[in-house]
C-alpha cells in the first residue's frame, strides 16, 4: 500500500515524506529499522543522525504491513519507502537453502532477492538523483545501483566469518556441511563486493583490517555501534541473584550461546547459589524457547525497552560462542554500569579490558566462577560498573559513530563524484 507522502515508489510500497536538505542519500536495508535488536538498532540511530542534517531517503523491506512504523520513521528522515511482505527467516529454510545452491548468491543474500528490492530502487532513482547510496550489510550485494552514484556498504559483521564460525561449532552434520559450503561461496562474493563498492564501513578495527587485507585499495573506516548513553544510565536498583543475557533469539548465534550457557554454566552456578536465575530478555519462537527450557532459566521474550531488566541485573552475561561484528548488547551493558561476563568472541571488538571493564572467560567453570564471584562482591560490580560506564560514555555515543561515517562520506564523495562508476553491472553477475 501507499502511505502517507508525496510520492509512491512503487505499487506495494509504503512511502512518508518530510524534509529536504542538501545532501541527498539513499539509504537502503534488509530489515526495517525499528529498534527492537542489534542491527536494527544500528540501522535506526545511525540513520536518525544523518536524517538531522542531510535529505536521507530509506528504502526497507518489512515484515509487517505497519503504518504506524513508517510514519514513526518519518520523523526522523526525508523519505520512507517500506517494501512489506518479506518472509521470516524460518519460513521455508530448508526449501530455499537447497535452491540457493545452483545460485551464484549465496543463501544469505538470496534470501532478499525476489521480493521487489531491486524494482523499487530503479523507482527512485528514477525520482530522484542521489549523491550518494548506502547499502546495509552484504546481504543486499546484488543490487544494482545507478552508475556514477558512489556506494558506501556498511558491514555489520563479516558475514563469512559468522558462518564459518557456526559451521565450527555445529554438531548436525547437514547443517555444518551446508554452513562451510556458504561460508566458502559467501568469502568470495564479499570479497567482489568490497572491490566494487566505494567505501566499506565496519564496527571495528579487527574487521576493517579484514576487508583492508582481502581488498587493500578499497576504503575502510571503523563505525563502532554506539548507544544513547543519557537513555542507558547507571541505576541503584539491581536485583539479588538476577543474571541477565538481551539478545534475538532468532538469531543463531544468541541461540547457541544461551543454550551453552544453560547447559554448561547455570547448573555449575545454582549448585552453589541456588537462588541463581537467568533472565533472558529477546524475541523467541515458541520452539526455540521450548528447547532451552531449564531449572532456573526465564525467557520474557520481546520488550520495547531492555533498560529495567539491565537495570535490574547483578550480572549481564555475553556467552558467544559464534557471530561476528560487535555487540549493542555489550556496549549498552558498559553504559548502563553493569557488571558483565563475556566469552572472548562476546567482547571481540569492544575496546575493553579483561578485569578493568568486564570479566572475559572462555570455559564453563571459569565462566560460572566469574559471575559466582561477582554475585559475591558488590564492591568488584560497582568498580566493573563504573569503568564500564567511563569507556561508554568516552567512546561508544551514536553521534561520534555517526561522524566517523560522515567522514567516510565525505572521502567518497571528494573522491568519487567525477568517477566513472561499473555499477549498473550485478555484483554476481
Known sequence: MVGGGERGAQAGTMVATTSDSERRILLVTPHFPYPDWGFTRRVFQLAAELGSKYNVTLLTYSHDDDPSQVDEMSRYVANVVCIPGLPRAHERRRIR??????????????????????????????????????IESSQLGWLRTPAGVPVVLDEHNIESEVLARTAAAETEVLRRGFNRYEAWRYRRYEKRLWTRVQGVITTSRRDADVVAQATPTTRVRVVPNGVDESAFRPADHEHSDVIVFTGLLGYRPNVDGVRWFIREVLPLI????PSARLTVVGAASPEVVESLRAPGAEFLGWGPDVRPHLSAATVVVVPLLAGGGTRL????????????????????????????????????????????ALMNDPAARRRLGRRARELAAERYSWTHSASAMEDLHDDVLGICRADASVHGEEIDS
Not at 545452483?102 to 530522484?128: C, I, K, N, W
Not at 579483561?354 to 559466582?372: G, S
Open 270 to 273: 545454582r549448585n552453589r547459589r
Open 97 to 134: 537453502q537447497a535452491v540457493s545452491l545452483a545460485s551464484v548468491t549465496p543463501f544469505h543474500a538470496g534470501h532478499f532477492r525476489p521480493y521487489g528490492m531491486q524494482v523499487a530502487l530503479d523507482h527512485l532513482v528514477e525520482l530522484t538523483t542521489f549523491d550518494l547510496i548506502q
Open 329 to 372: 548488547k555489550v556496549v549498552e551493558a558498559l553504559s548502563c554500569g553493569r557488571a558483565i561476563v563475556s566469552t572472548s568472541l562476546g567482547a571481540e571488538g569492544i575496546d575493553v579490558a579483561d578485569e578493568v571493564h568486564l570479566l572475559i572467560r572462555d570455559t564453563p567453570n571459569e565462566f560460572a566462577e566469574a559471575v559466582l
